[in-house]
T-cell receptor
Framework: GAVVSQHPSRVICKSGTSVKIECRSL??????MFWYRQFPKKSLMLMAT?????????EQGVEKDKFLINHASLTLSTLTVTSAHPEDSSFYIC?????????????FGSGTQLSVL | AQSVTQLGSHVSVSEGALVLLRCNYS??????LFWYVQYPNQGLQLLLK??????LVKGINGFEAEFKKSETSFHLTKPSAHMSDAAEYFC????????????FGTGTKLQVIP
């Protein structure tokens, strides 16, 4: 099956610093990627839809200046948590949509556990 | 708008027993339905999905789910639980024809007792 690589898997940072998370589709070109946030014992919440070459579409209530998304190539989307605070601590997961008419369409990265001290 | 309800945040079964994880959805039109499994500190892995055709869908690891339109349900079952099935399971729904807005349920943590 297709592979989506997410890096880093775990990051600890100080409050006020920025953290960048990468999401790569390794064996297909993904025009669309999605970023989710998962709170402990909660479901995944869609934060934004990232489209290659254009601005991301953010879900209601998600601060776009706080969570910067860049989808500069067909295989890479990045999520930057700017000026991180403890309340940003969470598990972040990306997914990539594989184009085409056949086969599975949506593939998930392995997630990034962000801890802000 | 679409939504997913998973009944039971925790389910415990004995090894070898039947696994039944419940999922009900709400959607204005029949959607695509998915079950994903998440192991600790990992991303999601697709177990199975229903898009069209046969309403009984078989997935990986011996799991299957049946789409029942009249009950708006998509319950996940496995005849005999294995210790390795212990994980969190998410039911999800998306509009037909697209994978844009996938809405997840709150998840059910499956515990398998030896």
């Amino acid at each position: 099956g297709a592979v989506v690589s997410q890096h880093p898997s775990r990051v600890i940072c100080k409050s006020g610093t920025s953290v960048k998370i990468e999401c790569r589709s390794l064996d297909f070109q993904a025009t669309t990627m999605f970023w989710y946030r998962q709170f402990p014992k909660k479901s995944l919440m869609l934060m934004a839809t990232s489209n290659e070459g254009s601005k991301a579409t953010y879900e209601q209530g998600v601060e776009k200046d706080k969570f910067l998304i860049n989808h500069a190539s067909l295989t890479l989307s990045t999520l930057t948590v700017t000026s991180a605070h403890p309340e940003d601590s969470s598990f972040y997961i990306c997914s990539a949509r594989r184009p085409g008419l056949s086969g599975e369409k949506l593939f998930f990265g392995s997630g990034t556990q962000l801890s802000v001290l | 708008a679409q939504s997913v309800t998973q009944l039971g945040s925790h389910v415990s079964v004995s090894e070898g027993a039947l696994v039944l994880l419940r999922c009900n959805y709400s959607s204005s039109v029949p959607p695509y339905l998915f079950w994903y499994v998440q192991y600790p500190n990992q991303g999601l892995q697709l177990l199975l999905k229903y898009t069209t055709g046969a309403t009984l869908v078989k997935g990986i690891n011996g799991f299957e789910a049946e789409f029942k339109k009249s009950e708006t349900s998509f319950h996940l079952t496995k005849p005999s639980a294995h210790m390795s099935d212990a994980a969190e399971y998410f039911c999800a729904v998306s509009p037909r024809g697209g994978y844009q807005k996938v809405t997840f349920g709150t998840g059910t943590k499956l515990q398998v007792i030896p």
